[in-house]
Each structure stands twice: as structure tokens, then as C-alpha cells.
């Protein structure tokens, strides 16, 4: 499952340049195409950590509130895990240990954190917290 419905990529996995500078993008950055701005669990999964304490005055000068509040999710898939990371949220609807179901709703996207405008940045990691493409388990 994609984490957004009716989605388009505004910034995919990879190379990219921001404000005049060749940068890596660890992650997907997804917008609706719709009002629906809500974050869906991609796979059943154990929320592993909850961040619900942004502070938007700080947005720009703390690397702690950078990503605006995030969740990341311990998932199963296919056999494996993977920890997804659900950044640049306004607010989480989850909480630490909670069990999700894919297209459980997890919180809701914004422009908070380092951002230039609303998105839900999605990173994956492998077991070993080792990056990974995450198009390449959503199929985007």
C-alpha cells in the first residue's frame, strides 16, 4: 500500500537539486492530489517510536524538530521487517507498541519541519537500519 491516497511523488529517492545544491534524498516525498491529507500504515506493523512534541518555532534552527512529528513502524512484509519512517507530520494518531494494520490511518501530512510545503516524507530501512529504496517495496 502507498502511504497517501491519490498521490503524486514530488520528490523521489535519489539525487536531487534544493536551493542550488546537488543533495541525496533518502526517502519519497508524497502530496495528494486531494484534500485527504491523512498517512496510511503501508503494512501491519508495531509502532516503534512516536514523536508527537514538534515545536514549529524550531523548525528551522533544531535538527530535532526537522521532520515535524513522526512515527516510525516496525513492518512485515513479505516475511521481512522494515522500519518506515512517517515524516513531516502535524499530528499522530498512533502511539509506542500500538499494532497497525496496512491502511490503518496513522496521522495527518503537513508543512512542518524542514519542509517547503505540505508532504509526508517516507524512508525505509532494512533490519539492520540500512537504507533502502523504499520504491522499490511500494512499487512507485
Do not use: C
Not at 509506542?96 to 519542509?115: A, C, P, R
Amino acid at each position: 500500500m502507498i502511504p497517501v491516497k491519490d498521490y503524486r511523488i514530488s520528490s523521489p529517492y535519489g539525487y536531487r537539486i534544493l536551493k542550488g545544491k546537488k543533495e541525496f534524498h533518502d526517502g519519497i516525498d508524497f502530496v495528494s492530489k486531494s484534500d485527504d491529507k491523512n498517512v496510511y500504515a503501508i503494512a501491519n506493523g508495531i509502532v516503534e517510536y512516536d514523536m508527537d512534541n514538534y515545536n514549529d518555532a524550531l523548525r528551522w534552527v533544531d535538527k530535532h524538530h526537522s521532520a515535524g512529528n513522526m512515527i516510525i513502524v516496525k513492518h512485515t512484509i513479505n516475511g521481512n521487517y522494515y522500519y518506515a519512517r512517517y515524516l513531516h507530520l502535524g499530528q499522530n494518531t498512533v502511539s509506542k507498541n500500538d499494532f497497525v494494520n496496512e491502511g490503518d490511518i496513522l496521522g495527518q501530512y503537513g508543512d512542518y519541519g524542514y519542509s517547503f510545503g505540505a508532504h509526508l516524507h517516507f524512508d525505509l530501512y532494512d533490519k539492520k537500519w540500512r537504507k533502502i529504496d523504499p520504491s522499490s517495496i511500494l512499487g512507485v
